[in-house]
């Protein structure tokens, strides 16, 4: 009986493990957690657009948002200045238009993909 139990858990490595997952399951799962990256992001888009003064829409656009980060992208260096004027302010008031979107910073970039 000894002998038995000594040659089981020598072999115990080769078992199959039953803590594998269907791959269905692990696919809706993915695209859940990217379905809710694009909705914050879309949201944090949003929200930036109706909060950018009015001269300023043609010239700036959101680039991405991701883990937090808000990309803005401005044509020219003349609008991205404006626009580090006004970033601690917009920031506030995107994080009280759209908390659940959970914004933590936004950067600014010229023409230039982030």
Not at 37 to 63: H, I, K, T, W, Y
């Amino acid at each position: 009986m000894e002998q038995e139990t000594l040659l089981r858990s020598a072999t115990a490595w080769q078992r199959k493990h039953t803590s594998a997952k269907r791959l269905g399951e692990e696919i809706e799962r993915y695209l859940a957690k990217q379905t809710g990256d694009l909705v914050r992001g879309d949201l944090a888009a949003q929200a930036f657009m109706e909060l950018l003064p009015v001269g300023l829409r043609n010239f700036c656009s959101v680039e991405r948002y991701a883990q937090g980060v808000l990309y803005i992208t401005a044509e020219h260096g003349v609008y991205m200045h404006e626009l580090y004027a006004a970033r601690a302010e917009m920031l506030e008031m995107l994080r009280q238009r759209r908390p659940s979107v959970n914004i933590k910073e936004i950067r600014i970039g010229t023409g230039r993909k982030f």
